[in-house]
Each structure stands twice: as structure tokens, then as C-alpha cells.
């Protein structure tokens, strides 16, 4: 079936051939919108060219295990992009985006090894870096990667010809490689007008509304509605209990002494935490509802200790749940054992697959009637978006890994359509955190910051803490914000070394 983006794009070029095109067509579902070859015909004079686009790797071991989806992950790869882009006046400006591949969650195969899945994950990346630096019209970062997203992914489908894979890259998988240069492309241009890259969302800096990418209801709104031009100062510090994480001393066989927690009432004391992530298998209904107990009643005593009366969770089953019967199931029974646990529960992301479209049965109308039940690895599209609104979910996750243009654009539609939000990490470190947690920040009704480098891969922070105290070492459960006022992402020129 066409996409509604396919299908206007086809829609576009016909009328363009036709020689009717007035700039703008009706295409049907209320949407009116440019082509893709004419969507930088018309501009600002601060719009910019790409000019040039390298990037490179770092690699890291984690500290201990964490557990995604059923497999367990014990290392990470760093892309690091580095891009020019020039005004129409000459002036030039560097700009940084730095992110994991996250390959064993953009792209959790069953047939492909985790090495088969980050060496298509970093040719794709190669082709991104030719098709972002070959692309020479100027723009907005929002409508010039906007218009390359096509060929990304026909890009990511010719690696996986040519390659034979038994399945295509994901397009989860393609937005995450292509998520560095996106950043990359956003921060310099910030950097060039000498603003945060959350001021130039409006009419002043971009030519469209959010018509042009959502349709017609969105007539006359701006991204910039939907975002803080400066950031909010401090966010509470959402912490992760992973499936295979210790809970109590109990639970350790052999201690890492390495100076860092270890058990949750040691991450509790240590950095006084108010806001608790849950991992969940999915496939064990007893074991999850006496996982979320547990965490509930070793944090209740540890907040006891401390004179703490209020903290939240949030579950995450990693869309590991059968189906909604088991969610509904696990509901009940959290409910009964633990009523104070159930009610601390924010919101619940991603219970079931990914795949919203082959599994239209899995409505969550009745479960996100007791919480927010929030999408993540299905958030690929303002389609998705509103297919997941349809099947009764009522939130969405935003993450940086899937760029920061879609960041923007679908952060605004979950506001206009009233829904629950929330950012979530990647396992991000150093740069990619600044990032993330500058997403948080500065995106309207967000209220939380997630930050899971600091315990499964803190080496990959240990130049970053200095620079960016607040972001990296916490101490009353909420990270400091404040300092990310500076022109771009707020990021440096490139990795700390």
C-alpha cells in the first residue's frame, strides 16, 4: 500500500510534468503540498547549502550488560558527523551530530547476526554521507532533509539487494544512521546565525508551516509553538532497572567495584532518584508483575529511609508483550499486589510489536484508560502517528536517534493532537546525550529526562563530565539544563578528546 508521503510525492511530480503545478496541489486527505523537486524553490535568506560532510567511529564496552528485546548488549559504536554548511552570503559554519548505531534496537533480526546488522547499518551510513554532501539546493535543516529522506531509504534498499539480506533494513534502522547528519546539519546551521537551533523553528528562519509536512490542519501553526526557545533548567532524571540489572545485594554474584552503584538503593542514594524506568520481558506475566513488585517495594523502603513521599515508574515490555490481553492481565494483577506501585506507573511505553499495520488487533483503548501508553519503535511517521491514535494509544515517545527534523515535526503533532509525550534515550553518551537531553528540554510538555549511559557506559562520558557537569553527574535526581543555551545543539565542534 502507498504511503500518504508516497503518494504525494507522486501526486507532485506528475503536476510538475504536467506543467500545472502552482506551487501548491490538493492530493486528497485534506493535505495540500509542494513536490519534493520544488520544496527549496522558494526561501529565506538564511536558508544554507551543504557544502561538505565527513564522519568517523568510536567504540565502547559496556559496563554490564543490558538487556533490549531479549538480547543482551554489551558494546556500542559511536557515529560522529561532522558537516559545513555556507548562506547564500558566504559565510560558513561547522556543525557536530554524534549518535550509537543502535542497531539491536533499530533492527532486532532474527535471521542476521548483531555484526551482519551494523556492518549493512554503517554501509548505509556511508551512502547517507554521499547523498547529504552531493545535495546542493539551499534551505532550512527541517525541509533539506525533509527532502533527502526518500533517497536515504531507497539507499538503504539497495544495500540490501546488493547485499542478498534475508530482510531489508528497517526504516527504523535508516532514520538512526541518518540521525548524526541530521544533527550535524541542524547544529551548524544554529552555529552560523549564533543561536540555539530551538530559535530558528519559526516563521523567521523557515519558509513552511507545519502544513507543508502534516497538512492542512496544521495551517498557520509553527514547529516553534511547540518548543521553549530557551530550556527548561532542571528535569527529573528518569533512571533504568534493566531486566537483568541487580536489585538488591542479593542478586550480585561477583561486585564490579568501580566506584559505581551497583543495587537500586544504591543508584537511589547516590543520585536521588525520583524516577524509575522499568524493563519488562513480555513473555512471563508472573515474572513481570513480580519485577515491577519488587522494584516498588525496595524503593518504597529506600525513599522511606531518605523521607521521600513522591516518585514515579515507567514499564517498557521492549513491544515483548503477545498481545493487549497480557497487558490488561498485567495491569490487574500489578493493581492488586500493589496498589501505591500501580499508581506510581506513569505511563507504559511500547507494550506490544512494533508492526502497527499487521497488528491491528492489538488496540490499547482500554488500557490507556488506566495509564498513557505511549509508541516508540513504531513512531516512524506522522501515518504511524495516527494509525497508533486510531488503535487507542494515547502518547508517544520521541527519541534524537530518530533525527532531530523528525523530532521537531512529529513533537508538534502529539501536542496539537493532545497526547501524552515523552524522550527517551538510546543509551546515548556524550554528545548524543547533550542532544537528547536538549530534546527534552526544550520540547513544550515534556517533563523527564532519561540518561542510561551514566550506568552501562559511563567510559564513554569520562571527558564530558567536566564540560557538562550537570548533565552527567547527578545528584538530587534531576540534570541541569540551564547551560544548553549555546548557537546549534549546543554541542562542541566534535568528539572531547
Same mark, same amino acid.
Given at each position: ?29 485534506? *493535505? ?11 526561501? @529565506? ?172 490542519? *496544521? ?179 520521541? @527519541? ?98
Amino acid at each position: 500500500m502507498t504511503s500518504r508521503r508516497a503518494f504525494l510525492r507522486q501526486m507532485g511530480a506528475a503536476a510538475a510534468v504536467a506543467g500545472v503545478w502552482p506551487g501548491v496541489v490538493d492530493v486528497g486527505f485534506g *493535505f495540500r503540498q509542494a513536490p519534493a523537486v520544488l520544496r527549496t524553490s522558494a526561501g @529565506k535568506l538564511t536558508d544554507v547549502k551543504i557544502d561538505e560532510v565527513t564522519f568517523a567511529y568510536e567504540e565502547h564496552r559496556y559496563r554490564t550488560p543490558l538487556k533490549f528485546g531479549g538480547t543482551l548488549t554489551d558494546r556500542v559504536s559511536i557515529l560522529n558527523v561532522h558537516c559545513v554548511v555556507s548562506a547564500k552570503n558566504g559565510k560558513s559554519a561547522r556543525g557536530f551530530g554524534s549518535m550509537p548505531m543502535g542497531n539491536v534496537w533499530s533492527w532486532p533480526s532474527r535471521v542476521l547476526s548483531y555484526d551482519q546488522t551494523l556492518d549493512a547499518m554503517k554501509a548505509l551510513a556511508g551512502r547517507v554521507r554521499d547523498i547529504t554532501a552531493a545535495y546542493k539546493p539551499y534551505g532550512h535543516p527541517i525541509d533539506l532533509m525533509w527532502t533527502l529522506e526518500d533517497q536515504y531509504l531507497a539507499a538503504a534498499s539497495e544495500i540490501s539487494r546488493a547485499r542478498s539480506l534475508p530482510e531489508p533494513i528497517p526504516k527504523l534502522c535508516t532514520l538512526t544512521a541518518v540521525s548524526p547528519f541530521d544533527a550535524a546539519v541542524h547544529d551548524a546551521f544554529g552555529k552560523l546565525h549564533g543561536v540555539s537551533c530551538y530559535q530558528t523553528y519559526g516563521r523567521e528562519f523557515m519558509t513552511h508551516d507545519l502544513s507543508h509536512y502534516l497538512g492542512n490542519e *496544521f495551517k498557520g501553526e509553527w514547529i516553534s509553538q511547540y518548543v521553549e526557545p530557551k530550556p527548561k533548567p532542571r528535569m527529573p532524571l528518569y533512571h533504568l532497572v534493566g531486566a537483568v540489572d541487580p536489585i538488591e545485594e542479593s542478586d550480585i554474584e561477583k561486585r564490579l567495584n568501580d566506584g559505581l552503584p551497583e543495587t537500586l538503593p544504591e543508584w537511589i542514594r547516590a543520585d536521588g532518584l525520583s524516577h524509575i524506568k522499568i524493563k519488562l520481558n513480555g513473555s512471563d506475566l508472573a515474572w513481570d508483575v513480580a519485577r515491577v513488585v519488587r522494584v516498588d517495594r525496595v524503593t518504597t523502603a529506600t525513599q522511606a529511609e531518605r523521607r521521600v513521599k513522591d516518585w514515579v515508574y515507567s514499564l517498557d515490555f521492549n513491544e515483548r508483550a503477545p498481545n493487549v490481553q497480557y497487558l490488561l492481565d498485567f495491569l490487574a494483577q500489578l493493581k492488586k499486589q500493589t496498589p501505591a506501585g500501580f499508581d506510581r506507573v506513569q505511563y507504559i511505553e511500547q507494550p506490544t510489536a512494533r508492526d502497527l499495520k499487521a497488528n491491528r488487533s492489538n488496540v490499547m483503548h482500554e488500557a490507556a484508560k488506566q495509564k498513557p501508553v505511549v509508541i516508540d519503535e513504531s513512531l516512524s511517521d506522522y501515518e504511524s502517528l495516527m494509525l497508533a491514535r486510531e488503535m487507542g494509544y494515547s502518547g508517544a515517545a520521541l @527519541k534524537a536517534c530518530k533525527g532531530q527534523t523528525q523530532a521537531m515535526i512529529m513533537g508538534a503533532a502529539v501536542q496539537h493532537h493532545k497526547l501524552f509525550l515523552c524522550v527517551q534515550d538510546l543509551t546515548c553518551p556524550g554528545a548524543s546525550l547533550i542532544h537528547s537531553a536538549g530534546l527534552s528540554a526544550h520540547v513544550k510538555t515534556v517533563a523527564a529526562i532519561e540518561s542510561n549511559s551514566r550506568q552501562y557506559v559511563p567510559e564513554a562520558n569520562a571527558k564530558w563530565d567536566k564540560r557538562y557537569p550537570g548533565l552527567f553527574v547527578i545528584k538530587d535526581g534531576t540534570v541541569d539544563t540551564s547551560g544548553l543555551t549555546g548557537p546549534g545543539l549546543s554541542l562542541p565542534d566534535g568528539p572531547l578528546t
